[in-house]
């Protein structure tokens, strides 16, 4: 897992647009990756709505906001529009992204235990660096969270 104070590690994936994003070409932004399970889901479509509520307030922070999931584009395009979200959809189809970060985990529901990504928010600043690393966290009010968190530095 990934701690603070440690250099974020670098991607490049397509968003639901197929156009590819490289973290290491934001470097003039905050960045915040938020981790999630899959689209169009009760918890990650809060989650979603309200980061993309906020991305008014996250953009006069110099932030860019990345949701990033196992999903294809094609499925994220589809969760966009359905939901009029803001913010960009990335796809980690192989999942080497969510290794990178340690979100990949072994999750239990039901008695049935089985490999899937933990819902987890890293806030990157411009120099790359983790500022912030959160494994396991509750989708409702989180995006309010990570704003006032920016707003601290």
Not at 43 to 54: H, K, M, P, Q, R
Not at 63 to 74: A, E, F, N, Y
Not at 82 to 111: F, I, R, T
Not at 113 to 131: E, P, Q
């Amino acid at each position: 897992m990934l701690q603070q104070n440690t250099q974020a590690p670098d991607f490049t994936l397509p968003d639901a647009d197929m156009q590819s994003i490289s973290l290491s070409e934001l470097r003039d932004s905050i960045v915040v990756l938020y981790f999630y399970p899959k689209d169009d889901t009760p918890g990650c479509t809060l989650e979603a709505i309200e980061f993309s509520d906020l991305e008014d307030e996250f953009v006069s922070h110099n932030t860019i906001v990345l949701g990033i999931s196992r999903d294809d584009c094609i499925s994220h395009a589809d969760f966009r529009d359905k939901h009029g979200l803001a913010v960009s959809l990335l796809s980690d189809v192989d999942g080497e992204v969510c290794h990178q970060y340690g979100v990949w985990q072994e999750k239990e529901k039901d008695g049935i235990k089985k490999m899937g990504i933990v819902r987890s928010t890293f806030v990157i600043d411009t120099a790359g660096m983790v500022r912030l690393a959160q494994y396991g966290v509750t989708a409702k009010g989180h995006a309010v969270a990570i704003l006032n968190f920016i707003k601290s530095f």
